[in-house]
């Protein structure tokens, strides 16, 4: 390859996304999935596609799947984006609301993505740091920005910011779009602020099907705001790929989406499993986050957990670790289902005991 | 809304496509969709997905998948990129590859999302005109240039550039990418250029399951290209969705790639329709460009074609046109069914005798 041929290629370092191992036995805690399979609507759903209409582009629309996710958060049909995963969403939201010479905001430690997204639209950006405590530090993210975007619960650390702290930063930034990422919310107590877009016109907030709703491998998320913000995101969407959602993930969200039950019952199992997860670790002797999350962010000050990282693995247990600053001694483990919860819990006691 | 927050928004016209109108009794002849259902392998593996799979991120590397599409087009496996829709392919090659001050360079008449993504990503373009004929002028795409998009068979004219006048535009331009978007081309007699990707660095082939492969449905296209330029799409792709083929998709598309006796099946009937529909128009004393494709795009000079496609819409037989210059007394009629292709006939005659 030339040299005036490569020079017009792009140059851009990538999202690194954690390990997807198939295979028996492998116990996969790295990547926040549910251990729980979809509903039984999911399922009955599924095997009531008639592959015949995948002939046809799919539906672009999906009005009726708009206003069930609405119903479930309070949100009006006319205030609902869908996308090809949450990842897609927020893409399409940095390049839809972030446009100014002004860098836009999000924590120092959080989801790796969002530096990623800044590199590729070349949008300038700054990291608020955590507090020590790796809680929010609100007062930071009202200075001059361009835009902000903040996961709550924060991720990796599966810390949640009460409400009245988001509110706190939405309604001092009027002159900035917010965008709140929720890929974790449906496990915190307070719950989701879905309700705030009426409220504020500056507000976004960000979901998805992959965790909560143990829907990963269809690749669903979406995104509550106002109808002039979506009625812009839309206009992004219809200017990189008019059809993203594709037929038979529309009709298995639909359905996911109606079974409020099944739902509540798998986030309650995560929630139990996770108390005897942290129970365990902290009996350990880990230090361990306060999770709103699937997730625990844990470290254990006298051990190398990179080292008890690469032993897990090497006993098929995947986890996920950073390389990051201030968090390079932490691990972060979604909470499976209690039996390997159990098998995990062993495996740190005899790297600890070796 | 305050000005500086919607100052701080995108400003874009975006592609519209065709309609997508669902119902009984309508005669979808607008957004060139196969008639037919996908392969019997594919409803096959729809049945036997276990949706316990779902929760899960999908494999995002897909090697089988990959494989089995460089087998059909004689392309290695490390030369395959795939994503959610070619269109999808497309906008991240346009980011991938189009980064010059100089314009990028596609047909006046053609697929009308190119000049959409060079507005979307601020790549300069520059619309090379298509001869009286509506052929590819060669020569016109030798000029200097900062990256080639060219469809073939053109759309929506369904004329198809021989190999040599293509091979001609890549040996011409060594210092930029040339895509050739072969969307359209297994309905070409001299099929696709797919393993000139071994010849070519800079030679980019893109095509889509959405027509040949009757599954507009599930969203699926894929490129072609040296190992070099498919990790540059990569990291572009990890930069902006690391997920984009979902787990029932890579299953479905992997199904209908090994079936090739029925995809040559569903190609050969809907090129004999094709004939029909092309000798029912002239009868009617239509101009038919000659196609290459699944669709004609024809005039009828002493006739409103648009009021033709409006009486068209009001009997629930829906074709496209476009308020394009030039071709604005054209109609892209996909090629539907036999019984389809007849209800059009009997409809544009009852239109002509009015």
Redesign the interface.
């Given at each position: 390859?030339?040299d005036?041929?490569r020079?017009?290629?792009?140059d851009?370092?990538?999202?690194?996304?954690g390990d997807?191992p198939?295979g028996e036995g492998i116990i996969?805690l790295n990547?926040n999935?549910?251990?729980?399979?979809?509903s039984p609507r999911?399922?009955e759903a599924?095997?009531n596609?008639n592959?015949?209409?995948?002939?046809?582009?799919?539906?672009?629309v999906c009005t009726e799947l708009k206003t069930v996710l609405g119903e479930n958060y309070g949100v009006n049909t006319n205030e609902v984006f869908l996308g090809?995963?949450s990842?897609?969403v927020l893409?399409l939201c940095f390049?839809?609301?972030?446009?100014?010479d002004e860098p836009i905001l999000f924590p120092d430690i959080t989801y790796s993505f969002y530096s990623?997204?800044a590199?590729?639209f070349k949008i300038p950006y700054k990291r608020v740091p955590l507090k020590d405590d790796f809680t929010l530090d609100v007062e930071g993210f009202l200075n001059k920005n361009?835009?902000i975007v903040i996961p709550n619960p924060n991720a990796p650390t599966g810390i949640y910011e009460p409400k009245s702290g988001i509110e706190k930063i939405i309604r001092g930034n009027?002159?900035?779009?917010v965008i709140i990422d929720e890929a974790y919310v449906d496990f915190s107590e307070e719950g989701s602020i879905a309700e705030l877009v009426h409220k504020y016109?500056?507000l976004v907030v960000v979901q998805t099907y992959?965790k909560s709703r143990?829907?990963?491998?269809?690749?669903f998320g979406y995104a509550f705001a106002n109808p002039?913000?979506i009625g812009?995101l839309?206009?992004?969407?219809?200017?990189?790929?008019?059809?993203?959602i594709?037929?038979?993930?529309k009709t298995?969200a639909l359905e996911s989406g109606k079974d409020r039950g099944y739902f509540e019952m798998c986030v309650e199992n995560i929630k139990s499993t996770k108390a005897y997860l942290i129970t365990n670790l902290k009996e350990l002797g880990f230090t361990v986050c306060p999770s709103s999350s699937n997730f625990v962010f844990a470290t254990k000050a006298d051990t190398d957990c990179k080292a008890l990282f690469e032993y897990l693995r090497s006993k098929n247990i995947y986890v996920r670790r950073f390389d990051a600053p201030k968090i390079s001694n932490y691990l972060r483990i979604t909470v499976g289902t209690d039996r390997e919860i159990y098998a995990l819990t062993e495996a740190i006691s005899d790297f600890l005991n070796k």
């Amino acid at each position: 390859m030339n040299d005036k041929l490569r020079e017009k290629l792009i140059d851009i370092e990538p999202y690194v996304p954690g390990d997807q191992p198939k295979g028996e036995g492998i116990i996969k805690l790295n990547t926040n999935e549910s251990p729980y399979p979809p509903s039984p609507r999911v399922a009955e759903a599924l095997k009531n596609i008639n592959p015949s209409e995948l002939k046809l582009y799919p539906d672009f629309v999906c009005t009726e799947l708009k206003t069930v996710l609405g119903e479930n958060y309070g949100v009006n049909t006319n205030e609902v984006f869908l996308g090809n995963g949450s990842d897609e969403v927020l893409a399409l939201c940095f390049k839809a609301f972030f446009n100014s010479d002004e860098p836009i905001l999000f924590p120092d430690i959080t989801y790796s993505f969002y530096s990623v997204w800044a590199e590729l639209f070349k949008i300038p950006y700054k990291r608020v740091p955590l507090k020590d405590d790796f809680t929010l530090d609100v007062e930071g993210f009202l200075n001059k920005n361009g835009g902000i975007v903040i996961p709550n619960p924060n991720a990796p650390t599966g810390i949640y910011e009460p409400k009245s702290g988001i509110e706190k930063i939405i309604r001092g930034n009027k002159d900035s779009i917010v965008i709140i990422d929720e890929a974790y919310v449906d496990f915190s107590e307070e719950g989701s602020i879905a309700e705030l877009v009426h409220k504020y016109d500056n507000l976004v907030v960000v979901q998805t099907y992959s965790k909560s709703r143990n829907l990963a491998g269809i690749r669903f998320g979406y995104a509550f705001a106002n109808p002039e913000l979506i009625g812009v995101l839309e206009g992004v969407k219809n200017s990189f790929n008019s059809y993203t959602i594709n037929t038979v993930t529309k009709t298995l969200a639909l359905e996911s989406g109606k079974d409020r039950g099944y739902f509540e019952m798998c986030v309650e199992n995560i929630k139990s499993t996770k108390a005897y997860l942290i129970t365990n670790l902290k009996e350990l002797g880990f230090t361990v986050c306060p999770s709103s999350s699937n997730f625990v962010f844990a470290t254990k000050a006298d051990t190398d957990c990179k080292a008890l990282f690469e032993y897990l693995r090497s006993k098929n247990i995947y986890v996920r670790r950073f390389d990051a600053p201030k968090i390079s001694n932490y691990l972060r483990i979604t909470v499976g289902t209690d039996r390997e919860i159990y098998a995990l819990t062993e495996a740190i006691s005899d790297f600890l005991n070796k």
